[in-house]
């Protein structure tokens, strides 16, 4: 047992749809093991997605008045956000964290490879729509990042999502300079604007946690970050943007749309198609983020192969009684009409024998036959 909790344990998650560009990593460890934090490809830097501390409940006395709160994630971000690999101890490097007693830190990270991050200024990051293939997410962080900011003119970047999608913007790591630690929106010098259709939506000069989410409300955001001197050597922001919600997708051919909303779409085949690949006339989609669960475009609706009656369901019994009974009389009908017929001819016959016995005159035979018939 002890065993377990003294060294620190690492997973690592492979997000095979990103190609290995972003990998996400979990690591954790007790108040005063060493973790290391390393990402394999040299050109990846370190983002903090998650960093929460659990005090482990045997020793709860400690942790009553735990000051100040256990948020670790200011004091990982300055040791490990932006670098390649770090090694971290929660007493050590969190100040206070000693009055939290003991119990593991949970960290989950990301590795970001150097072309997921969009590095410099008055930038323009245009997003994906269905036409054209790309990666609707990213990290954007200042030049100099992790070491230092600055500039004489505020830092800029346009995101423009297609239209029906929306953006949404994590501040996973912000140090600039800070004008009034006690009042988190008093940041007249430094500070970071996320603007909406010319509107300054959140602004701020401080880290939050949990890191503080934008979501925006039209298709594009801005965000600039304003610096009061060429060079302060603080780390500058690391953000992380990804497309929110799934544009309509294009009706296939010979289809219509019966449904949409922000998570669900239905497509129906027009009658006598079917998708070829399911067999079935509707489809339903389901957004995840930024994706539909399916690949898009959709196949095309194709003609059934075989007439309807091929696959109609078996007759119920009314219809077959119509079916086998009518015929059945029509028959019946039939032959007891012949039966009557072939009596009178035979009666006629055996009339017409006796006659000619006795009259032995064949003139009159067809006149008396037609006469009985
Ligand atoms: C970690 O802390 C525990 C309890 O405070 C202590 O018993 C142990 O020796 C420490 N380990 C290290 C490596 O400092
Ligand atoms: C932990 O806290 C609970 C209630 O808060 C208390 O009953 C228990 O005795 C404490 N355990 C220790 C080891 O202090
Ligand atoms: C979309 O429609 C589905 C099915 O009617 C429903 O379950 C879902 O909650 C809807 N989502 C939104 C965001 O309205």
Not at 341 to 347: A, D, G, H, N
């Amino acid at each position: 047992m002890m065993f377990i909790t003294w060294l620190p344990v690492i997973f690592v998650f492979f997000q095979s749809i990103y190609g290995g560009h972003i990998e996400t990593v979990a690591a954790s460890g007790c108040q005063n093991c060493s973790i290391h934090l390393t990402c394999r490809r040299f050109t990846s830097i370190i983002g903090i997605l998650e960093a929460s501390f659990v005090p482990d409940t045997v020793s709860n006395s400690t942790i009553v008045s735990s000051f100040p709160l256990p948020y670790p994630r200011q004091c990982l971000n300055r040791r490990c956000s932006g670098n390649n690999y770090c090694s971290f101890i929660l007493v050590e490097d969190c100040p206070g964290a000693n009055f939290w007693g003991e119990g593991t830190l949970y960290i989950k990270y990301v590795c970001i490879e150097d072309d997921r991050i969009i590095k410099y200024c008055n930038s323009d990051i245009i997003l994906p729509d269905l036409r054209h293939t790309g990666i609707s997410e990213g990290f954007i962080r200042n030049p100099g990042y992790p070491r230092f900011y600055g500039g004489q003119s505020p830092c800029r970047w346009r995101i423009k999502a297609p239209t029906e999608q929306k953006i949404k913007l994590t501040i996973l790591d912000i140090s600039v300079i800070i004008d009034n630690p006690s009042n988190q929106d008093d940041c007249t010098k430094d500070h970071l604007e996320i603007i909406d259709s010319d509107i300054v939506v959140y602004s701020t000069c401080q880290q939050r946690e949990p890191p503080e989410e934008i979501i925006s409300i039209s298709d594009s955001l801005e965000v600039v970050l304003t610096s009061s001197q060429r060079l302060t050597p603080l780390r500058g922001i690391l953000l992380y943007y990804t497309a929110l919600g799934c544009p309509t997708p294009i009706p296939p051919a010979d289809s219509y749309l019966v449904f949409i909303n922000d998570t669900f779409a239905v497509f129906s085949c027009c009658v006598g198609y079917v998708f070829p690949d399911t067999g079935t006339k509707s489809r339903e989609l389901h957004c995840w983020g930024s994706k539909w669960n399916e690949m898009m475009p959709l196949p095309n609706c194709e003609q059934l192969e075989f007439p309807v009656a091929a696959v109609e369901p078996l007759p119920t019994f009314p219809k077959m009684a119509a079916d086998i009974v009518a015929p059945i009389l029509i028959i019946g009908a039939l032959i007891v009409i012949n039966s009557i017929v072939l009596f009178f001819i035979y009666r006629a016959k055996q009339k017409n024998e006796t006659k000619i016995k006795d009259e032995e005159i064949g003139a009159l035979n067809s006149k008396e036959m037609t006469h009985v018939l």
